[in-house]
């Protein structure tokens, strides 16, 4: 036994000493804690990038207050343990403020960790409404709108627009397709004017979804919504249209991404999605674009530009509060203005940034248009 | 000449074997294709020179292959020995090792002590499965829904009664006993590798239900603000909170080591190294087969689930995306590289596998294949994992050198 | 009764695949009594070395079928030297090893190569080209089955059928009943069990990649994970059908992809693993070898 | 024609032979006797390559074939009927037959040797249709030693043929196996308990006790032998 607990010694001692955390006083930490590995990675590295191009700016003109932008990326996978020791970890290198966690689920596990070292906290992505409407987060925010707003939009889309009577709702079981697709049911319920016909989960990844597809017909529906992310609305397209379904597909801000287009093919056509309010005119929406596209040469990703919009507003909301203060800060965003790549946005009482919200897009000709 | 032949046939045919997917990337999104070629050379070179690597642990293994498993541990290196012999180096560095312990979470940041805490909950989880896997043979590769069960069980009673930690923890161990009974009595009557499987499929179900049942579970929304342990009376802040459940994880983990010994040197101990031997036998000489299976099955739960207890307050979120089959396999792999049987193994290898992946943050990308590879590496070079279960044996009699041929055949048959 | 048949028919389609897949674990599970964990990341790969092939192939113009033609069988080569590969440096050199040993080694080898293909490749869906084509007769009765599924269902049938021939009558047959059956006795009548384990990941790998490429092209879209989903499910097909025989994986297949498109169809899909793994506890639970598995003789 | 010249092999760590010296020749019938456990199974095994021998060499017709792989040996001419018989339970009579012949490919041949063991063995004949593992212990024996023959060997190794059956079979067993002796020239390395029987057929015995030979001599003198008796013997 005393031979054992002198190797543990050795172990213990070993990894414990390995990587401790160095924080310098001179340094504005933003922290960037989000998926940057696994299977959603595409959503939260664009975050980092955005991160890293207001960080630059600002450090070109000297930094805020005076003081240099570290931004200092932490990768959760979306997974709420390691959320949290994200968020720990950036407590621990004394981060200013921080802008993620990409999913919802992660975030909700985090939070309270922000919360008691009184960190601010604000997601470009994050879209269950709890996180706001609950007040139990007050160092939260978001530029990104609700997914009650976004299930209510796609059902009075498909119901007044597409004049839908009988609507199948569908959903990847997931935290965020399936909050999505409550909330649509409640608005298609409660709207009198139509009534879904389906509520069923499809499970991501299952070899192929023709029994779903066979089901949405046997129901009579005249339109589906669905709640999820890219690779299974394309995969249910795809199904429905091969099975002569011809039927409307609404779907959310997880499909509205080019990546859609291009996996469906011909098959995207047609099919619409509700996402973040165009911005495209804003004259900031550009100068992002610009300098992603010469910092990395590539088309910037998913909620890019949320991301650059919350990294504006925070580092915005210092300058203005003139200090990193927790409460100054908090007071700064709900009160001053700031103009972003989404629009001239502050936040409300809650954490929701006001002026921020969604449009209905369809797929015409391999790209996503607003739609009538 | 002969080895520089096969290193070189070795290396062609990797770069055969790796070229469309090493060197070509097609993106069928961007239309794009892009050629890597030195990739290609990059993997033959190494694939060169890893042949050469492999070929000598290869032959050192055959070499070492002949020792008696039965025997002692390998000898142990001249330092081990002199520290463990001079009580003068061995108190002080005891000593020090539990000074550190103890003061970790004041020596180290909130973060430090926070991932400690996560290992240790592996620890807890490993020293369960190590009961079902290790003790008493029987493969579970859905360890993690017991896990679930505890943390569910915490967070639920928490939201609808306001139970607290100290409530809930004693409670889920019997709820986490009961469900193991419960999906282990119809099961256990299948042998091997049907039981894995079988096992693996209720580990799914309970996920599943959870994700779904949204009305009893909040789906995959989760339950948030669950609270961290108090002490009688206070309520911690965020870092004393941390700080105090690091305490309750020690005791804790204290607690298991200190149950699963006395377990392992027990009557019921000894009837799942029987069983785990030879089930046949062990009916043969009277052990209660179905229920010592169930024991270890209902034990194994019991650690599971309490060990979700504290993962639960510790996140102060759940949800079911934290009890996947990955969590089961990294538990397995836990034990199994740590070495089947063996406490101080399946600690070290938490200790591994949890600390690692943590600190290797910089080189995120690549945790998971290394992680893959070396669990093919250890068990084709150290099977018996990290440190090799030492049982006491009881030297009754000097055993006889001949080993009679029904034996003979018995080991030959395993090869087969 | 329109309904029942559609969702007979997609369970039939999604059963197929299941078995193609299925065939590889229960015939290496037959001759070394090894769960081979990584089979579903062969159908992986086979999958994407088909994406890349086609892809390059595409760039020259040439037409559809062709390039089906040609990527088809470098799919299944490769598919097969990774088998081959994998048994090498993961499985052979534990022969003799503990049971749990090649458990993991095989659950590594998993890991690893989806993190491979992760790394080489990438992390996100890849649209997969319709390489099979559409046949003209099959759109009138596109609503209930096109002709992707079609192609599915009769190449499973076919190689199904040709297996079984195969292990019937051929010389590499017998030595592979042979073998599972005794290893030790075969070795006595002369059968070089290297050369038929290595034959068997071979053969195994191939079904595979040939059921990676049908239903890559079938649902249009592949990424690094699908083949642990897929390999679960077929190894869940194997085992309910009772692991080590062929005619098993086969039945095991389609009644795992029709329990699951009539529990879609007629209950949720909600529950629609559930009721697969529920089925296979049931199953198991009365039939502890399987549908068609041999209760295992108990050495003494 | 076989020769082991101090051979030692084991299990791991364990070992089982030390020093064995046995020489069969040609056409005889040569018979290794010894109590339970004194490594006769084992000599076969490592004869077969079953089992690695750690030093000494195993000779067939004066060439090494000591670390070769067992179907290499099996091909070379030497053919084993191990303990328990280890029928293939599913394939039919004839399918064992077939898997005995596996090394060889004269199909004419193969069908001549499956009559011939089809008139040697009649009832086996009668259950050629039947799986191997329905058979009774008896007849399992006679499909083993059927097989045997059908790989045509030079040398074939038996590993204790009456073990389990009837004296009535032990008898008619041992009665082909002489025949096939005679008939076809084959030489017979036959590994019994049932030292009694053995000895009455065989050429030369040796005795085994804890993996070493301690006797050796012509099997009339080896039944003579007054320690033999007493140990092996019963008398």
């Not at chain 3, 890849?126 to 003209?136: G, I, V």
Request: with cysteine; hydrophobic share 50%.
């Amino acid at each position: 036994m005393i031979k054992k607990l002198t190797s543990a010694v050795a172990v213990a001692a070993g990894i414990g000493l390995i990587g401790i955390g160095v924080a310098q006083a001179d340094e504005i930490v933003f922290g960037v804690p989000g998926a940057h590995t696994g299977d959603l990675a595409s959503y939260g590295l664009p975050t980092i990038n955005a991160a890293k191009l207001v960080a630059d700016k600002y450090n070109a003109k000297g930094g805020v207050l005076g003081r240099m932008i570290k931004v200092v990326p932490q990768d959760d996978q979306c997974k709420p343990e390691l959320a949290v020791n994200a968020a720990m970890k950036l407590v621990s290198e004394e981060a200013t403020v921080a802008m993620g966690h990409i999913c919802s689920g992660a975030t909700k596990a985090a939070l309270p960790v922000y919360g008691d070292s009184k960190i601010v906290v604000m997601s470009p992505s994050a879209t269950n409404p709890p996180l706001t409407t609950s007040g139990d987060y007050p160092n939260f925010f978001r530029t990104i709108a609700r997914d009650d707003a976004q299930g209510q939009l796609a059902a009075s889309f498909t119901i007044e627009k597409l004049g839908a009577k009988k609507i199948a709702v569908i959903h990847d079981k997931g935290d965020y397709g399936k909050g999505f697709a409550e909330f649509a049911k409640a608005a298609v319920d409660g709207s009198g004017a139509a009534t879904s016909v389906l509520f069923e989960g499809v499970t991501p990844g299952a070899v192929d979804y023709s029994a779903v597809v066979q089901k949405v017909k046997h129901s009579g529906a005249d339109a589906v919504i669905f709640g999820g992310y890219h690779p299974e609305a394309s995969k249910i397209v795809m199904a429905m249209r091969k099975k002569n379904l011809k039927i409307p597909f609404v779907s959310d801000d997880g499909v509205k991404d080019p990546t859609f287009i291009k996996v469906a093919g011909v098959f995207a056509e047609g099919v619409f999605a509700t996402g973040p309010q165009d911005s495209s005119g804003n004259p900031l929406y550009a100068v992002a674009l610009a300098e992603h596209k010469k910092a990395f040469n590539a088309e910037p990703g998913a909620f890019f530009f949320n991301a650059y919009s919350a990294a504006l507003a925070l580092m915005n909301a210092i300058e203005k509060a003139g200090s990193t203060d927790y409460d100054k800060i908090v007071k700064a965003l709900k009160t001053e203005y700031v103009e972003t790549p989404v629009g001239k946005i502050k936040f409300d009482s809650i954490g929701d940034a006001e002026g921020v919200g969604f449009d209905v897009y369809m797929v015409a000709n391999g790209v996503f248009v607003q739609a009538e | 000449m002969q080895d520089l032949k096969k290193s070189l046939l070795t290396a062609a045919w990797f770069m055969f074997l790796t070229f469309p997917i090493m060197v070509i990337r097609v993106n069928t999104v961007e239309d794009t294709i892009e050629w890597r070629w030195h990739n290609l050379a990059l993997v033959g070179i190494s694939a060169f020179i890893l042949s050469y690597v492999w070929r000598y642990f290869m032959v050192r293994r055959e070499r070492g292959g002949g020792k008696p498993q039965t025997d002692a541990a390998p000898p142990t290196p001249a330092w081990v020995s002199i520290v463990i012999e001079d009580k003068r180096i061995l108190y002080p560095l005891l000593a020090a090792f539990t000074g550190f312990v103890a003061s970790f979470p004041f020596l180290f940041s909130m973060y430090q002590t926070n991932i400690m805490i996560s290992a240790m909950v592996f620890v807890m989880l490993g020293l369960g499965l190590n009961i079902v896997v290790g003790l008493a043979g029987l493969l579970d590769l859905g360890f993690v829904a017991f896990y679930a069960v505890g943390a569910y069980s915490y967070a639920l009673l928490n939201e609808h009664f306001g139970l607290g930690f100290w409530v809930v923890l004693p409670l889920s161990a019997i709820l986490g006993t009961f469900v193991g009974v419960l999906l282990g009595f119809p099961v256990l009557r299948l042998r091997g590798d049907y039981l894995a499987i079988v096992t693996l499929g209720f580990g799914e179900i309970i996920r599943l239900v959870l994700e779904n049942w949204g009305a009893f579970t909040h789906g995959p929304s989760g339950i948030a603000n669950i609270p961290r342990p108090g002490f009688l009376w206070i309520e911690f802040g965020l870092k004393d909170g941390i700080t105090f459940m690091y305490y309750v994880m020690i005791a804790l983990v204290l607690f298991t080591i200190l149950v699963v010994t006395r377990l392992k040197y027990s009557r019921i101990g000894r009837a799942w190294l029987a069983l785990r031997e030879d089930e046949i036998a062990c009916q043969a000489m009277g052990i209660d087969k179905t229920k010592t299976k169930l024991m270890a099955f209902a034990l194994g739960a019991t650690w599971a689930s309490m060990a979700g207890v504290v993962f639960a307050a510790k996140t102060s979120f759940v949800n079911p995306a934290s009890f996947t089959f990955m969590e089961s396999a990294i538990i397995l792999s836990i034990v199994v590289l740590g070495g089947m049987g063996s406490t101080l193994g399946v600690i070290c290898g938490a200790m591994i596998l949890i600390l690692l992946p943590e600190h290797l943050r910089a080189f995120a990308e690549y945790r998971m294949i290394i992680f893959g590879a070396t669990m093919v590496l250890f068990m084709v070079f150290r099977p018996q994992g990290l440190i090799r279960d030492r049982r006491r044996k009881h030297t009754l009699k000097k055993p006889d050198d001949t080993p009679v041929s029904g034996d003979a055949g018995k080991v030959v048959d395993a090869h087969g | 009764m329109e309904y029942f048949l559609e969702l007979f028919l997609g369970g039939l389609t999604r059963g197929s695949i299941y078995a193609l897949i299925a065939l590889g674990y229960t015939m290496v599970y037959g001759i070394i009594k090894l769960i081979n964990f990584a089979h579903g990341e062969i159908y992986m790969i086979g999958a994407f070395t088909a994406l890349i092939i086609s892809g390059v192939l595409a760039q020259f113009g040439l037409p559809g079928w062709s390039i089906l033609l040609m990527t088809l069988p470098i799919a299944v080569i490769y598919s097969s030297a990774y088998g081959f590969t994998i048994e090498k440096i993961a499985y052979r050199p534990l022969r003799g090893a503990p049971r749990l040993s090649p458990l993991i080694s095989a659950i590594g080898m998993s890991i690893f190569l989806q993190n491979y293909v992760l790394l080489a490749q990438t992390a996100d869906f890849l649209p997969f080209p319709a390489l099979l084509p559409e046949l003209a007769f099959m759109e009138g009765f596109s609503g209930i089955m096109n002709s992707s599924e079609l192609f599915i269902v009769l190449t499973a049938a076919a190689v199904m059928a040709g297996l079984t021939a195969y292990i019937k009558y051929t010389r590499m047959g017998k030595a592979m009943r042979a073998t599972s059956q005794n290893q030790r006795m075969a070795m006595l009548v002369g059968v070089n069990v290297d050369n038929v384990i290595s034959m068997t990941f071979v053969i195994g790998s191939a079904l595979a990649a040939v059921g990676g490429v049908l239903i890559a092209s079938h649902v249009g879209q592949i990424n690094f994970y699908i083949g642990f989903i897929a390999g679960i499910k077929a190894f869940t097909a194997a085992v309910l059908g009772g692991i080590g025989s062929v005619p098993g994986a086969m039945l095991g297949g389609l009644v795992l992809g029709w329990t699951e498109s009539f529990a879609t169809g007629y209950v949720s899909s909600d529950y629609e693993d559930v009721f697969a793994f529920a089925l296979l506890v049931l199953i198991l639970i009365f039939r502890p070898s399987g549908i068609l598995g041999k209760e295992e003789g108990h050495k003494v | 024609m076989l020769k082991l010249v101090d051979v030692h092999a084991g299990y791991g760590a364990i070992p089982v032979l030390r020093d064995v010296n046995i020489e069969v020749n040609e056409g005889e019938i040569i018979t290794l006797i010894g109590a339970n456990g004194a490594g006769k199974t084992t000599t076969l095994m490592a004869i077969c390559g079953l089992v690695r021998a750690r030093s000494g060499d195993i000779l067939l017709e004066g060439e090494s074939i000591c670390g070769l792989p067992t179907n290499r040996i099996v091909e070379m001419g030497v053919c084993q009927v191990p303990e328990g018989r280890l029928i293939f339970p599913d394939l039919t009579v004839t399918e064992n037959l077939d898997m005995g012949a596996f090394m060889r490919r004269d199909r004419k041949g193969i069908h001549e040797d499956a009559e011939y063991v089809f008139n040697l063995f009649p009832i086996l004949a009668d259950r050629r249709h039947q799986a191997g593992g329905t058979l009774s212990g008896g007849e399992q024996q006679m499909l083993a030693i059927s097989r045997a023959i059908m790989a045509r060997p030079r040398l074939l190794l038996l590993d204790e043929p009456s073990l389990g059956l009837a004296p009535l079979v032990i008898r008619q067993i041992f009665d082909i196996i002489v025949k096939i002796n005679r008939e076809s020239g084959t030489t017979i390395f036959l590994v019994e308990q049932n030292a009694n029987q053995a000895l009455k057929i065989a050429n030369r015995g040796y005795v085994m006790e804890n993996g070493v030979i301690t006797v050796t001599d012509a099997a009339d003198r080896l039944l003579a032998n007054e320690d033999v008796k007493k140990a092996y013997l019963g008398i």
